[in-house]
């Protein structure tokens, strides 16, 4: 272990629209000067990416030119997320954050970028997925603080607040517990690309909803998307729910006056959603029905797998392990004695 190993806490930042949240985000330093930029933290994916000399993009830039430790390939660099895209050259530099620095981090120094990452807040993404998953073909930046010591222990933690624009924040080497109020419950990843678990189910109303899929736990990810099928079996249970008037296919809305219970069964460990990160908001100014934070998409699209975003981890503290094999802990976030 490096002497000067560690922790380091990022803070990170939630933007809402409506009922919306688009990924949380936090700052990242780069080059020999230390810019700060602002990435989105994504469980989801394994590369890291920033705008360098993109004419189109809307977003701060990392000005390459001013680090003497920068150096690029001239490897095409491509990352493609379903519905968008980054395109760029694969370069290195001194990657920071919170006093841990990675030397010849690999990124995609990014030229091109579909139009639903032109933000003004987030410049880019960090991946924090398995490098086997990498368009890249390089360890992720969390990988390269394990393997050059310089964390005191190879996992990071994630706390998100609950209806704030601030007080997340993402724990490297470290955990901090004060945001938790029980014990972690650990829950063994079955697949290091994503961060898998099992899905054995769902518990809805009482009644059991078998899934016997794949769970991804994604930080990039607003809602919990499930296949249609399952979706539909799932709201099944609730009284007076069904498809939401005023939201696009998918999306289910239910009577805003009922608080249904719901938990998750991962790995063999029971998990309940609180009504507060379930129930999204109306389904349409003056509605009586609320959304819910369980999302249908096609079958073929979500065919053995379910995505569970902050609609399940506002309620649960969330720890990252790569060690024991890799696993994911699950606490009691403070949100729920708030």
């Known amino acids: 272990m490096d002497a000067a190993a560690q922790s380091a806490t990022d803070p990170l930042m939630d933007e809402i629209q409506r009922a919306i949240h688009v990924p949380f985000y936090g700052p990242l330093e780069f080059g020999k000067k230390s810019q700060q930029l602002s990435v989105a933290f994504d469980t989801c994916s394994a590369d890291l990416w920033i705008p360098v000399g993109c004419g189109d993009c809307g977003t701060p830039q990392y000005n390459a030119a001013v680090s003497s430790t920068y150096r690029n390939t001239g490897s095409v660099f491509n990352v493609n997320y379903g519905f968008s895209y980054a395109e760029g050259t694969l370069a290195y530099d001194t990657i920071g954050m919170g006093g841990l620095k990675v030397n010849s981090q690999y990124f995609g120094a990014v030229t091109d970028v579909s139009s639903n990452f032109d933000s003004d807040r987030i410049s880019g993404c960090l991946g924090l997925g398995f490098s086997s998953i990498a368009t890249s073909g390089k360890p992720t930046f969390f990988e390269n603080l394990i ?3 310089k964390i005191e222990a190879p996992f990071f933690s994630v706390h998100l607040t609950r209806g704030k624009a601030s007080g997340s924040k993402i724990t490297l080497g470290g955990y901090d517990m004060s945001k938790a109020v ?10 290091k690309t994503y961060w898998t678990v099992h899905f054995d189910g769902a518990v809805v109303e009482g009644n059991y909803v078998s899934g016997n899929v794949d769970a991804v736990i994604d930080t990039g990810s ?9 979706a539909n079996l799932i709201y099944a249970n609730i009284l007076g729910a069904g498809p939401a008037a005023n939201y696009s296919s998918g999306f289910f809305s239910f009577p805003c006056d009922s608080n249904p219970t719901i938990s998750f069964s991962l790995g063999g460990h029971d998990f309940g959603i609180s009504i507060q990160d379930f129930k999204l908001g109306q389904d349409g100014y003056g509605s009586t029905n609320c959304i819910g934070g369980i999302i249908g998409l096609d079958d073929a699209f979500m065919e053995g797998i379910v995505i569970i975003g902050h609609a399940f981890m506002r309620s649960w503290y969330s720890v990252f392990d790569y060690s024991h094999g890799a696993r994911v802990g699950f606490a ?3 949100n729920n004695a708030q």
């Open 332 to 334: 009691p976030s403070i």
């Open 147 to 149: 393997m050059q010591e």
């Open 182 to 191: 029980g014990p972690l419950t650990w829950v063994s990843v079955i697949s």
């Open 222 to 230: 607003s809602f919990i998307y499930v296949s249609q099928t399952l």
